[in-house]
């Protein structure tokens, strides 16, 4: 049977190869829209059994002109008719194929995500542990022990939907109990996401991040690529991002409600007031968030504790730093750096007049920062290198009323899989949320309103109010993280060389910001730059 199908589907492979570049700039998930693409190859195709379609997964190979070629997983279900494609919300058809079968009628294929019977098999598909052959290789849908717990834990039929927000991927939710999230571009290897969301389940008792259900891979010869992983579904608030942007507008309120003096300025930089208690003007200011911050640190640690306790592990061992990990690293930054700030030099002068003096700090202080970076490579460091989240930000953590669980394991979508495996400092993770900080506590400066008819805040007269709110919801996240972390042994004993990579790393996130921000926001330029400013001082 599964023969029979593959050959109707393919009875014009050149016609569906050549169809495929206009279906895919059409889809959200695909990462090429703006790339002028050279070919797309069809390298293999798996017939799927559902109960009621003829459903196939097309794994995809783009070619563009510059840059990398990239696989993508698009399953596609078949029908006779173009009044069988489900509309989308607007009423328009969906996205869609046109091809001739080998009786030389027309037959249309559309995105399998948006059929029922299709998002029902695969969980089905996992449950039983099934197997799909294909031309070349075959898609193995495999079950984790507590998938059947999770199900029969069940209050509501595990009816599949497709959740709106996924850009790079497609999530399902089935029901209360189960999401699986469908990866879109697949490599050769084993995703970050899958990996982690194994070892957490199987291998510690960390609890604040979703169950590894099942998984979903393709397997060709030695090859293994991850195709998706379902998880148990966290009933939640929201994200972390959107809760702090609440309480930082609420933080707003109350300074103005009280026409407060200016606070009093914290002398030293967050690691350096993390050392000491929070005083009371900060608490009595910024309240509860500061509950929540520390609450953030000390799962944040906890994960980095679960993350370097494996022994016998390879994937998973802690591994010192060797002085190609560090020259590797000063290399890219150092790079980015001279990049970033030639850009800077180039659009100063189209910048907003009130940020012009602190982008010639920044400027002036390129020279320094250089020196800083080859002192970072020169220095022996005695902390380890662990798995890590490695995109870690509020966006990646969900609310659960008093609690937080953290989500998305994948690492930096741009970059190669390789590189989101390798072992980097957790550090690296304490830096990102900092920055994350630091970008809610200037986002209602900047227009961002968690309320329709809130007015507008003055950017001179709220700054102080903002760096006062960053500095200390930074300070009793790393005290809470730090303390959490305790003598574990991939964080140095040596507070100076914490302070090193800590400072290494937001400077390479601050940096890289600049550039983002120069790119697509120059009016949020302003917050790396006093990110890069406030490293110079402190």
């Known amino acids: 049977m599964s023969a029979q199908r593959t050959v109707h589907f393919l009875s014009d492979r050149s016609r569906l190869q050549q169809q495929l570049p206009a279906f895919l700039r059409e889809q959200r998930w695909f990462g090429g829209k703006a790339e002028p693409i050279r070919s797309v190859a069809v390298i293999d195709i798996v017939p799927f059994e559902t109960t009621a379609e003829t459903t196939y997964l097309l794994l995809v190979q783009v070619e563009y002109d510059e840059g990398a070629t990239q696989t993508y997983s698009v399953p596609m279900v078949e029908v006779s008719k173009e009044s069988a494609i489900p509309p989308r919300t607007n009423g328009k058809a969906s996205p869609h194929l046109a091809l001739t079968v080998g009786d030389a009628k027309i037959t249309f294929a559309y995105d399998a995500t948006a059929s029922k019977p299709f998002l029902e098999s695969l969980l089905t598909s996992m449950q039983n542990n099934r197997k799909f052959r294909g031309e070349h290789g075959e898609v193995r849908a495999v079950s984790n022990p507590v998938l059947a ?7 509501c039929e595990l009816t599949p939907k497709v ?30 996401d899958l990996e982690i969301g194994w070892f957490l389940t199987e291998k510690t008792r960390y609890h604040n991040v979703p169950l590894l259900s099942g998984y979903l891979e393709y397997a060709r010869d030695d090859t293994r690529m991850s195709l998706g992983m379902l998880q148990s579904f966290v009933p939640n608030q929201g994200d972390a991002w959107e809760f702090t942007l609440q309480e930082v507008a609420r933080y707003f309120d109350r300074i103005q409600s009280k026409a407060s003096s200016l606070p009093d300025p914290p002398i030293g930089s967050s690691l350096d007031l993390a050392a000491r208690a929070i005083p009371e003007q900060p608490r009595q200011l910024i309240g509860g968030y500061l509950d929540s911050a520390q609450s953030l640190g000390k799962r ?9 306790s494996s022994r016998g592990d390879a994937a998973f061992d802690p591994e010192p730093y060797s002085r190609a990990d560090q020259r590797a690293f000063c ?12 850009l800077l030099r180039k659009q100063k002068s189209s910048l907003p007049a009130d940020m012009h003096d602190q982008a010639q700090q920044a400027l002036n202080s390129e020279p320094e920062l250089e020196q800083r970076l080859r002192r970072f490579e020169d220095r022996a460091l005695t902390g380890m290198r662990t798995r890590i989240h490695g995109d870690y930000h ?28 390798r072992k980097q400092s957790p550090l690296q993770d304490v830096a990102g949320l900092l920055r994350s900080f630091h970008y809610a506590a ?30 200390w ?14 003598e574990a042994p991939f964080l140095s004993r040596d507070s100076q060389e914490v302070a090193a990579i800590l400072g290494a790393h937001l400077l390479e996130k601050a940096v890289y910001e600049l550039g983002y921000e120069l790119n697509n926001r120059p009016s949020w330029v302003r917050i790396p730059l006093s990110g890069i400013v406030q490293l110079i001082i402190n």
């Open 149 to 155: 717990g999770l199900v029969s834990q069940s209050n």
């Open 394 to 421: 509020l966006g990646q953590v969900l609310v659960t009323g008093d609690d937080f669980v953290l989500i998305d394991f994948e690492g930096e979508p741009a970059r190669p899989l390789t590189e989101r495996r």
């Open 442 to 471: 200037y986002a209602p400066l900047l227009g961002v309103k968690q309320q329709p008819n809130a007015a507008p805040l003055s950017l001179d007269a709220f700054r102080p109010w903002a760096y006062f709110w960053q500095t």
């Open 300 to 308: 944040t640690a906890e994960l980095h504790v679960a993350l370097s």
């Open 473 to 486: 919801v930074s300070a009793a996240f790393l005290r809470s993280y730090l303390a959490t972390v305790g």
């Open 331 to 342: 290399e890219t930054t150092l790079k980015l750096l001279q990049h970033n700030f030639r």
């Open 163 to 192: 959740m709106c927000a996924e850009q790079s991927n497609t999530s399902i939710v089935y029901g209360d109990r189960l999401v699986l999230k469908f990866f879109r571009r697949v490599e050769q290897g084993i995703n970050p």
